[in-house]
């Protein structure tokens, strides 16, 4: 400019004036492209915040569910775990039972076979003792009627003829009566013996039988017990190691959570700690920017290129 002054050239004094308003121009860009660079940083700031939130809170959110979750399965555990035990304990005590109830069946069977034995001892012997002593009342029966009937035939003789002097009269002995009365109460005695053992006897075998049945019958019962508390224990079984693993998941998928959180909050503390002072701090720049590029849109170009002449 000061050469085409110098010179008096107008070409020379226009590519002056136009070599300054390039420059002008460049600056009003240059500051258009950082406000918009400004924008960007902000929109993108806000983007990462907002996603800092969204992620915080679902983490958090997570966390807690599956927190719930392993409290529930640690205690749905515990409860599995009480029943195997109880069931465990309850199967343990009827097997138990059934074995005693066996045990039971066998003793009362050696008492019955030795009851059984005895009874046919005590029945031979009574009647052993009745055909004994028949036998010998027939004998004596025998001897006493004909001791009688030579006794009668003597008094005939007697009548006939005078017993000489020394010999006595042929009688019958007064206790032959009483031996026989006697064996005949043995024979009452021995008979009711063998009557009493019969039925005995046929107590004992009513009530060992009875005995047998109801024993079965429980031992069936408690098997079946055995049977259902066995599939019972095998369920609860089955379902405590599917809850186990269940546990297991959830434990590592807390820990997957536990450590998304480390990595959010080394990705997120800053930005959220210092969001309103960045936004605010950008937002001054960016005013300040579209201010400077107002004053220099709005002075006057001839205002702006004036040099003193």
Excluded: W
Excluded at 10 to 29: G, H, S, W
Excluded at 147 to 174: I, M
Excluded at 254 to 259: E, P, R, Y
């Amino acid at each position: 400019r000061a050469a085409g002054r110098r010179l008096g050239s107008a070409r020379l004094a226009a590519l002056a004036e136009r070599a300054e308003l390039d420059a002008f121009t460049r600056v009003k860009q240059a500051i258009d492209d950082m406000v918009a660079e400004l924008l960007q940083e902000k929109a993108e700031e806000i983007k990462h915040k907002d996603a800092c939130v969204d992620e915080l809170h679902t983490n958090q959110v997570g966390t807690q569910r599956k927190e719930h979750e392993k409290k529930d399965l640690v205690q749905k555990i515990e409860g599995l775990e009480r029943t195997v035990t109880e069931l465990t304990e309850v199967i343990g005590a009827l097997e138990t039972d059934v074995t005693e109830m066996k045990e039971q069946l066998k003793l009362a069977g050696e008492d019955r076979d030795k009851e059984q034995l005895e009874f046919q001892t005590v029945v031979t012997d009574q009647r052993e003792t009745q055909a004994l002593v028949k036998s010998a009342l027939k004998v004596l029966a025998d001897v006493y009627n004909k001791t009688h009937a030579a006794a009668l035939v003597q008094k005939q003789e007697h009548a006939a003829s005078p017993q000489p002097a020394g010999f006595k009269s042929y009688k019958k002995n007064v206790l032959s009566a009483s031996v026989m009365s006697m064996l005949e109460e043995i024979i009452i005695k021995a008979k009711a013996l063998e009557t009493q053992a019969m039925q005995s006897e046929e107590k004992a075998k009513f009530a060992y039988e009875d005995f047998v049945q109801e024993t079965n019958i429980a031992i069936e019962a408690k098997n079946d017990d055995i049977v259902e508390k066995t599939r019972a224990k095998a369920k609860a079984d089955e379902e405590l190691v599917e809850t186990r693993e269940a546990q297991e998941t959830v434990v590592l998928e807390l820990d997957q959570l536990s450590n998304y959180n480390v990595q959010l909050h080394q990705g997120c503390d800053y930005i959220l700690k210092n969001f309103e002072m960045r936004q605010a701090a950008r937002d001054e720049e960016v005013k300040a920017l579209k201010e400077a590029k107002a004053f220099l849109s709005g002075a006057k170009l001839e205002e702006l290129l004036q040099t003193p002449r």
